[in-house]
């Protein structure tokens, strides 16, 4: 089955921990998207990736840090430095970077306390 | 800056109704209209979309109308169903970005 798929579904983490959310695709898509969502909001882009090896800020992207050393994968790290990280975290993908539908994985909700 | 919005935040309708929802966008160089669905918990599914040389579209179902005149784009989801029952997103891609904007969202709760 093609798709995205992120884990771990919930994750729980101590303030001032980093942690890794995880993201890979199977669509071999080039591009591909973290996006944070806050209760009754809309999507909010944190990083985007065009290409391997390559990645831009988004519109919040303080707090947070990315790789893209594979195609398939594009991790984000939550570190302690991000203010309240706790939200539900969704990551997508799609064949380039502008024009085309990106599809989205299952997400990730991130709890710190 | 230029933002994608919806009239309303919830949407209630009888059950076999038709239901419309409605998105505001104001940046006018932008090209390109998703509307996604958002089931709780989940991620948003890809339902429709429509580029800025259309003013209508139709799936199964559902149909999405561009006015670009007025900056105003709709869903319009015929014979709703209980499992229609969802978060919808309009989001616009265009405008420098590179990747999409997205409204605040629609709650739209169907009535049995």
């Known amino acids: 089955d093609g798709g995205i798929t992120q884990s771990p579904k919930y994750l729980f983490r101590k303030e001032g921990q980093n942690v890794t959310l995880s993201c890979e695709q199977n669509l071999n898509h080039d591009a591909m998207y973290w996006y944070r969502q806050d209760p009754g909001q809309g999507l909010r882009l944190i990083y985007y990736?065009?290409?391997?090896?390559?990645?831009q800020k988004g519109d919040i992207a303080e707090g947070y840090s990315v790789s893209r050393e594979k195609k398939e994968s594009f991790p984000l790290t939550v570190t302690s430095a991000q203010k309240n990280p706790t939200a539900f975290y969704l990551c997508?993908?799609?064949?380039?970077?502008?024009?085309?539908?990106?599809?989205f994985g299952p997400g990730t909700r991130l709890t710190v306390t | 800056g230029e933002s994608v919005g919806l009239h309303l935040p919830t949407l209630s309708v009888q059950e076999g109704d038709n239901s419309i929802i409605n998105c505001a966008y104001s940046n006018s160089a932008s090209d390109y209209f998703i509307w996604y669905k958002q089931e709780s918990g989940k991620g948003p599914q890809f339902i429709i979309d429509i580029r800025s040389n259309m003013d209508k579209r139709q799936g199964q179902r559902v149909t999405v109308l561009l006015n670009k005149t007025v900056k105003h784009l709709s869903l319009q989801i015929a014979a709703t169903q209980p499992g229609d029952s969802a978060v919808y997103f309009c989001?616009?891609?265009?405008?420098?970005?590179?990747?999409?904007?997205f409204g605040k969202g629609t709650h739209l709760i169907i009535q049995p």
């Open positions: 989001a616009e891609l265009g405008g420098g970005a590179d990747g999409l904007t």
């Open positions: 997508a993908s799609s064949m380039t970077g502008q024009s085309y539908e990106q599809y």
């Open positions: 990736s065009q290409i391997v090896n390559d990645f």
